[in-house]
């Protein structure tokens, strides 16, 4: 079982920038570097939603079209971390943001149903 703790949300300006930060650790010790992760997010009264996506294997990302451009996912498997790194926030952005993983190397995808393995989430607002 991997445990995951976001971190970096908060409340910003419309065109500002936020980075996540999820830290992974697995209990038994096993590697992190073959785990697939993804960021998903949820507004109040909306289903969850897949925001990007990078696989183990090659670095493969994966975006959803309403952040393609502003949002850059990317990690540090020496940190057993993965940041989202957020710009030119808009108010829709709003939402918690939700770190999850899944232990398919090859996997890229958005659907929530592939992810098994989630953190608790950071909450973020963009609002002037």
């Known amino acids: 079982q991997v445990h995951l703790v976001e971190s970096g949300g908060g409340l910003v300006q419309p065109g500002g920038s936020l980075r996540l930060s999820c830290v992974a650790s697995?209990?038994?010790?096993?590697?992190?570097?073959?785990?697939?992760y993804a960021w998903f997010r949820q507004a109040p009264g909306k289903e969850r939603e897949g925001v990007s996506c990078?696989?183990?294997?090659?670095?493969?990302?994966s975006y959803a079209d309403s952040v393609k451009g502003r949002f850059t996912i990317s990690k540090d498997n020496a940190k057993n971390t993965v940041y989202l790194q957020m710009n030119s926030l808009k108010p829709e952005d709003t939402g918690f943001y939700f770190c999850?993983?899944?232990?398919?190397?090859?996997?890229?995808?958005?659907?929530?149903?592939?992810?098994?393995?989630w953190g608790q989430g950071t909450q973020v607002t963009v609002s002037s």
């Open positions: 999850a993983a899944a232990p398919h190397a090859e996997l890229v995808s958005l659907n929530p149903v592939d992810f098994h393995n």
């Open positions: 697995e209990a038994s010790g096993f590697t992190l570097d073959y785990y697939t």
């Open positions: 990078i696989s183990a294997s090659d670095g493969w990302t």
